[in-house]
């Protein structure tokens, strides 16, 4: 009787899918960290060799900048709407926090990638990355808040900014999306009473 053996094909796969191949990264990005995450874990997730692994993405930092950056065009949260002409600026704020808490909230509870990722961790690469897309997220937002009252951009942005790490932790700790909408609702009224307060105080 004649066999036929099968060779395994060496290297990347013909039908290797970068998207899918991303997809499935962010996805055990987002529910485990990346400290938690090895080589091995990401290679059988993805479906591919540790050579080729390497040779697809360089590293796993390189990797996790990719997904980080998938994540941000993705699911980031809107940072131009909230501030778009004809919208007030503590309606905004509000818009902003509620789509977070929505966005924070949905799924499995996980946060904000990007926010997690740049508290820290083992991977000093891996931080910086993240770090790198929150600082553009930050200047977002000050750009968006400066349209509308210049003076008191550094201050709305700072407590914006505060708010979403709290809601993205908050997330990851379990907190129902619920919740997290009442807080986005606690933390814009309180920022639009602060916002009224400066204005009657500055009336003659």
Request: charged share 25%.
């Amino acid at each position: 009787m004649r066999t036929t053996k099968i060779l395994k094909a060496r290297g990347r796969p013909r039908a290797f899918d970068m998207e899918d191949a991303l997809a499935k990264a962010q996805a055990l990005f987002r529910a485990r960290g990346y400290d938690a995450l090895s080589v091995a874990d990401l290679t059988e997730a993805i479906g591919i060799n540790p050579p080729s692994f390497y040779s697809a993405f360089g590293s796993k930092s390189a990797l996790y900048g990719q997904v980080l950056q998938r994540y941000a065009e993705l699911e980031g949260i809107d940072l131009e709407g909230p501030f778009a002409a004809g919208v007030s600026l503590a309606e905004g704020v509000r818009r902003l926090l509620r789509q977070a808490a929505t966005n924070y909230g949905a799924g499995n509870g996980t946060g904000c990638m990007v926010i997690e990722g740049a508290r820290g961790g083992v991977d000093a690469e891996a931080c910086r990355q993240a770090r790198r897309l929150l600082d553009q997220t930050h200047d977002m937002v000050h750009a968006g808040v400066s349209r509308h009252a210049p003076e008191q951009a550094e201050m709305v942005t700072d407590y914006v900014m505060a708010t979403l790490s709290g809601l993205s932790a908050s997330a990851r700790n379990g907190l129902s999306g619920e919740r997290l909408l009442r807080i986005a609702d606690i933390a814009s009224g309180q920022l639009a009473q602060e916002l009224a307060d400066e204005i009657e105080e500055k009336q003659p």
